[in-house]
């Protein structure tokens, strides 16, 4: 949605405006205010509403969500809306739509809606509410700010209106814009669906594609996530088969380039540069989706635990259950072993409750044993191997057997006997 000002006046004056879906769909409910720069001292000022640093992936994430259902969020337009933290200090207005995404920001923080009421003392007239257009008279310079509803969700715009300046107005430098072709979840490196296109553009204030913009391309994969929580380098991908970083827009205005998801799963950021326009940033997000979490059980245990990746239980739901299958069968045979004479059991191990390691993490991909984004754990990244506490030595024979009966034969999966190399049996699936 976007509110355009027809007119700008110097010294004040009437200003109209105009506020339009991007698709051309009806707006809904729509309500308009014109909030002045300053006001009073215990008003929140818009620059409030900049982007804290912190948040700025927060931030970008609601940005990246609204962009997709194909709205178009104007701030000022002497200020483009960027992804992340504005350029040039520039005012910073969401509103984002109710049940998308993360939300760890204030929403007071982008709404201001706590002082609006106390600056519409300072409009004169708010008789447009519900009409598309509206005429404000107005002496200071501010921002025009129109709520409304499209589809059944509520949106807002914004535009700048500047009062008293003279001459005119900075030109809107171009900016570079990354599509992605696909939307959703990449799977890491080597698991098949692991790579997309980017299309690339630079457009002018206009809209317009322009050719022959050389836009630089940088990767950079954010640390702490998918599990990781272990930092460092983390790998980030690659553009284009042969690596290259930058690319020229075409006579059709795009440049189109292939992004290869690295095999270590988490978002990566994609950052597009080309000289004076403004930069653009598009966050994707590598992984195996639908892994959930192994719930505790009165029949296993969840060893393995390590604060670099501290959620390493993550399996396909099946793999869980087969799982929850195996230490319950392998409960009740421990209950008949331990009724057997002492001069058969010998030192023989036979514990009732299995001691399950490492699955896989979060969102798959390696799983770096050795902290290196390089995998030991081969088969750990698709949330259908586990490790199972089955020790080395002779001890441990029957109980191992036991496992592999169960798991082979009944459940028809795969057991690696690593217990002499890693001392434990590895189940997969
Ligand atoms: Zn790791
Ligand atoms: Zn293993």
């Known amino acids: ?48 509403a900049r982007a804290p640093q912190s948040q700025a992936g927060a931030i970008r994430a609601e940005v990246r969500t609204a962009l997709e259902r194909g709205d178009v969020y104007t701030l000022r337009p002497d200020h483009e809306l960027v992804k992340g933290r504005p350029a040039g200090g520039g005012i910073f207005f969401v509103k984002l739509p109710v049940g998308a995404g993360p939300k760890p920001l204030a929403r007071g923080l982008l709404q201001p809606a706590a002082k609006t009421s106390r600056n ?46 003279s001459g005119p107005r900075p030109p809107i430098p171009p900016k570079v814009v990354i599509t992605p072709a696909a939307t959703g979840m990449l799977a890491p490196k080597g698991l098949g669906g692991d790579y997309e296109v980017l299309d ?37 991908g690659a553009v284009d088969a042969q690596g290259e970083e930058s690319v020229v827009t075409g006579a059709d205005g795009w440049a189109h380039v292939m992004y290869q998801a690295p095999a270590v799963s988490g978002a990566v950021e994609v950052h597009g540069t080309s000289d004076s326009a403004t930069a653009a940033v598009d966050t994707i997000e590598v992984g195996v989706a639908g892994l959930v979490a192994l719930a505790p059980g009165a029949t296993y245990t969840l060893i393995g635990w390590r604060a670099e990746h501290p959620d390493n239980h993550f399996g396909t739901p099946q793999m869980l259950a087969d799982l929850r299958a195996l230490a319950d069968s392998l409960s009740l045979r421990a209950a008949v072993y331990a009724r057997f004479p002492d001069s058969i059991r010998g030192t023989s191990r036979f514990p009732s409750v299995l001691g399950i390691n490492d699955i896989s993490l979060t969102l798959g991909g390696v799983f770096d044993l050795d902290l290196n984004w390089r995998p030991p754990h081969e088969d750990h990244s698709v949330g259908r191997s586990a490790d199972l506490d089955v020790r080395r030595g002779t001890d441990d024979d029957d109980y191992a057997a036991a496992v592999q009966t169960i798991w082979e034969v009944r459940l028809h999966h795969r057991v690696g006997d690593e217990r002499s190399s890693r001392n434990h049996l590895h189940a997969s699936f």
């Open 1 to 48: 949605m976007t509110a355009t000002p027809n007119a700008l006046q110097a010294g004040g004056g009437s200003v109209s405006f105009v506020a339009s879906a991007a698709d051309g769909s009806a707006l809904e409910n729509i309500t308009w205010q014109y909030v002045p720069d300053s006001v009073g001292a215990d008003s929140v000022p818009l620059a409030a």
């Open 200 to 236: 690339i553009s630079v457009v002018d204030s206009a809209g317009a594609r322009l050719p022959g913009r050389t836009v630089t391309l940088t990767l950079k994969a954010e640390e702490g996530t998918a599990g990781h929580a272990h930092t460092g380098n983390k790998p980030p």
């Open 120 to 165: 519409a003392a300072a409009v004169a007239g708010s008789a447009c509410a519900g009409s598309t257009t509206c005429t404000e008279t107005v002496t200071q310079t501010g921002s025009m700010v129109v709520q409304a509803t499209i589809h059944g969700q509520a949106l807002s715009a914004m535009a700048r209106v500047q009062v008293g300046a």
